[in-house]
């Protein structure tokens, strides 16, 4: 099984919700900084939201603070992300990461090339 698994994606319209899974396996997710990126067609993959053992929540920026969660269940070892009020603008492909909790006691946690760990990715498309 890969070490990290995402699956909820789905096609709803704006203003909708879904909750995006990421079910990790072969160690324990509440030891590592887990997070959300997206990745828009043609473009770099970004961050979304960061789960730090150390810090707690972290979001990119304005455009998702308010609007999607993101949270962790240690004993199934499942990370969460739930996006409400749902815009088209969030259409992308999301993905899973993780990496060490000492990238997340800073911006370095939006810098994608410092996560080593990957899901597949799972997709969410929003029409207007």
């Known amino acids: 099984q890969e070490p990290l698994m995402e699956s909820g994606g789905g096609s709803v319209q704006a203003g909708g919700s879904l909750k995006l899974s990421c079910e990790v396996s072969g160690y324990s997710a509440s030891r590592w900084c887990l997070g959300w990126f997206r990745q828009y067609p043609g473009k770099e993959r970004e961050g979304v939201a960061a789960?730090?053992?150390?810090?707690?929540?972290?979001y990119n920026d304005d455009s998702v603070k308010g609007r999607f969660i993101i949270s962790r269940d240690n004993a199934k070892n499942i990370l969460y992300l739930q996006m409400n009020n749902l815009e088209p603008e969030d259409t992308a492909t999301y993905y899973c990461?993780?990496?060490?909790?000492?990238?997340?006691?800073?911006?370095?946690?939006?810098?994608?090339?410092?996560?080593?760990?990957w899901g597949q990715g799972t997709q969410v498309i929003v029409s207007s």
């Open positions: 789960l730090s053992t150390a810090r707690g929540p972290l």
């Open positions: 990461g993780a990496v060490g909790d000492l990238v997340c006691l800073s911006t370095d946690w939006l810098t994608r090339t410092r996560w080593h760990l």
